[in-house]
C-alpha cells in the first residue's frame, strides 16, 4: 500500500537521499522528473513511472503471454518491447510510493500453485504513441483481445465480466543466477526479471515486475489474449507507457 502518516514521511526522505545521491534530477515545464535510466523516468509531482519501448507483436494469430518485455527476451509473445531494466523499473515504482508483496502460495488441484498477492499496490497503465502525425492514447487494456469472450479486456471490465480493470506490482524475486560453464549457482543473489527480461505478465509469472490479478484462460486453462489489430499499430512503432497508482475505474 502507499505509505501514510509518519511512516510516508519517512520513505518520501528515504527516497529524496537516494535519488539525490544516484540519480539525475531535472525540471521540465516546471515538474520535477528523476531519470532512472535513460528511458525511464519518474515524475514525482504526477506520480508517474515513465517508460520508452516500442509494439513487439504484430501478428493478431499469436497469443499474448505478456504485456511487457525487454527486448530479445521473450518479446515474441508480448504486446511492447521495453529498453530499461526491470529492476529499475521496480525501483521507479518504489520512488513513487508503491509497494510490492510479490506472490503467494496456494494449493489447486492437489499442486502448489503461485497467484499474485492481492495487498500489493494496484497500478494503471497508459500507453501514448504517434501514427500518421497523430498521437494516440489508450488504457493498455484497450489494445488486448480476449479470443475466448470476443471483447478487449476494457469492454469486458465495463460489462462487468471482469473486475475493475488493475495490474498488480508484484515485483519479481531475488533468486541466484546460474552460470553454464561453471555449472555453480552465483552466492549473490540477483534480481530475477533482470535475467528472464519479464516485466509485465499476462499469465502468472512470479518473474514478472507487474502481473494481471487473475487468470485469463479459458477452461482448459489457455492462454486467451490476444492483440487488438483494430488499435494495435505495426511492429517497432515507438511507444511510451505511464504508469501510476490506480485510484479510480
Known sequence: MIPRGRE???????????LSLYFQTVYLNGEKIVKIDRYCKVNLLNKEVILKGYFALGNPNQPLEYLACTPGSKDYESLFALYSKPSNIHLALLTIGLEAKGYIKRKRKGIIVYFPN???????????????????????????????????????????IYKKMYWLFTGSQMVRSY??????????KVYAADISGTIIGLQY?????????????????????????????????????????????
Request: no cysteine; charged share 30%.
Open 8 to 18: 510516508y514521511i519517512l520513505h518520501k526522505l528515504l527516497v529524496i537521499l537516494v
Open 118 to 160: 492481492p495487498k500489493s499496490d494496484k497500478v494503471k497503465i497508459l500507453a501514448i504513441w504517434r501514427v500518421g502525425g497523430k498521437i494516440k492514447k489508450r488504457r493498455v487494456e484497450r489494445l488486448i483481445w480476449n479470443k475466448f469472450r470476443k471483447d478487449t479486456f476494457f469492454g469486458l471490465a465495463k460489462k462487468g
Open 179 to 188: 552460470n553454464i560453464k561453471t555449472g555453480k549457482f552465483s552466492k549473490k
Open 205 to 249: 509469472d512470479v518473474n514478472a515486475v507487474i502481473s494481471l490479478p487473475f487468470f485469463i484462460g479459458d477452461k482448459w486453462e489457455n492462454i486467451q489474449a490476444y492483440i487488438n489489430s483494430q488499435e494495435v499499430p505495426k511492429p517497432k512503432t515507438k511507444v511510451t507507457l505511464i504508469i501510476k497508482p490506480y485510484l479510480f475505474q
